[in-house]
């Protein structure tokens, strides 16, 4: 007797679309946390899908050694740079605040969507470290 496998019928999830969809669970439950926390939960979405996809050591340092690093993000396309970099930042300086509340964190979380989609319209199979999953 042999065992046969049943197709998977469910299609894997890129990275970018799981992050997305962590950071849309994310603007469902914000309303009900505080910014501080709301900031720090998007900077490890980012920080996560950059790590997998570039491997760039940023998910294991603070962000101050992160932004004094050179080859930061050297893998990155460097249109995409930049936007990171100022995004993590406000999201650090978030993070560190006293509870002002005047943040929108909503817009923080779109902000990273866009983020991300822009580095996934940007890279090529040689930037990243693991060519994302294939699409069915």
């Known amino acids: 007797m042999t065992l046969r496998r049943r197709p998977d ?9 799981q ?7 994310l603007k469902k439950e914000s309303p009900k946390q505080a910014a501080q926390v ?3 939960r998007i900077s490890l979405i980012l920080r996560q899908y950059l790590e997998a996809t570039f491997e ?5 340092e603070t962000h101050e050694e992160f932004t004094l690093r050179p080859d930061a993000l050297a ?12 995004h993590l930042t406000e999201l650090s300086d978030l ?6 509340g005047d943040k929108k964190v909503s817009e923080l979380i779109d902000k990273a969507g866009e983020i991300l989609a822009h580095i ?3 890279v090529t199979p040689a930037d ?9």
């Open 9 to 17: 019928t469910k299609k894997q999830k890129s990275r970018l679309e």
């Open 19 to 25: 992050s997305l969809e962590r950071l849309a669970e």
């Open 38 to 40: 709301v900031a720090v």
């Open 56 to 60: 760039d050591p940023l998910l294991f």
């Open 75 to 86: 893998r990155l396309h460097p249109d995409s740079r930049q936007p990171v970099c100022d």
């Open 95 to 100: 993070k560190y605040a006293p509870s002002k």
């Open 120 to 122: 996934e319209f940007n």
């Open 128 to 136: 990243s470290a693991h060519a994302p999953p294939p699409r069915s």
